[in-house]
């Protein structure tokens, strides 16, 4: 009879470390979800009008969505507040990947500009700095100027963020 109760109880501490382990397995997994962990834009605004933007985009790669880099939309087209048509220069200047020059194409899109930064990445952290020059951004009232291109991102498959400006 001892022999049962013993074993009774070696079976339910095993339960429970198999419960434990797959508990914490799924607290590892949960932790390392792929996302964007920050954005920022540092703008740099010039007398002529033409900004310099450096947007810094980091993320957690997993393999799963961002696993051949990630790109960035930019609406270059749109109606103005009086319904005008209005489009606005784009141009990369750079694009780094952890500090290195990071391989990148150019797309239409049907309101812009799409800047595809593919290349094979390994998971793990990684800073994109996306640095590129645009003009016809800004705007004007008797009260305020506005940056119409500092939008929220839309950043490939991922919600739309609001950058951090500085």
Same mark, same amino acid.
């Given at each position: 009879?001892?022999?049962?109760?013993?074993?009774?109880?070696?079976?339910?501490?095993?339960?429970?470390?198999?419960?434990?382990?797959?508990?914490?397995?799924?607290?590892?997994?949960?932790? /390392? =979800?792929? +996302?964007?962990?920050?954005?920022?834009?540092?703008?740099?605004? *010039? &007398?002529?009008?033409?900004?310099?933007?450096?947007?810094?985009?980091?993320?957690?790669?997993?393999?799963?969505?961002?696993?051949?880099?990630?790109?960035?939309?930019?609406? /270059? =087209?749109? +109606?103005?507040?009086?319904?005008?048509?209005?489009?606005?220069? *784009? &141009?990369?200047?750079?694009?780094?990947?952890?500090?290195?020059?990071?391989?990148?194409?150019?797309?239409?899109?049907?309101?812009?500009?799409?800047?595809?930064?593919?290349?094979?990445?390994?998971?793990?952290?990684?800073?994109?700095?996306?640095?590129?020059?645009?003009?016809?951004?800004?705007?004007?009232?008797?009260?305020?100027?506005?940056?119409?291109?500092?939008?929220?991102?839309?950043?490939?498959?991922?919600?739309?963020?609001?950058?951090?400006?500085?």
């Amino acid at each position: 009879m001892m022999g049962f109760r013993m074993l009774g109880r070696t079976i339910k501490h095993l339960g429970y470390l198999l419960l434990l382990l797959l508990l914490s397995t799924v607290l590892v997994l949960g932790s /390392t =979800r792929e +996302r964007i962990v920050d954005f920022h834009s540092q703008i740099q605004v *010039f &007398e002529d009008g033409h900004l310099i933007v450096i947007e810094t985009i980091k993320v957690i790669a997993t393999g799963d969505a961002i696993k051949r880099g990630i790109y960035r939309d930019f609406p /270059t =087209r749109y +109606r103005n507040s009086v319904g005008k048509n209005i489009r606005v220069g *784009f &141009e990369v200047v750079s694009v780094l990947r952890n500090g290195q020059p990071e391989a990148y194409h150019i797309e239409s899109v049907s309101n812009g500009t799409r800047v595809c930064m593919v290349i094979v990445i390994p998971p793990g952290p990684h800073t994109y700095a996306l640095t590129y020059r645009t003009d016809r951004q800004l705007g004007f009232s008797k009260t305020t100027t506005n940056c119409i291109g500092t939008s929220p991102a839309t950043i490939g498959s991922f919600p739309s963020i609001g950058p951090g400006r500085r």
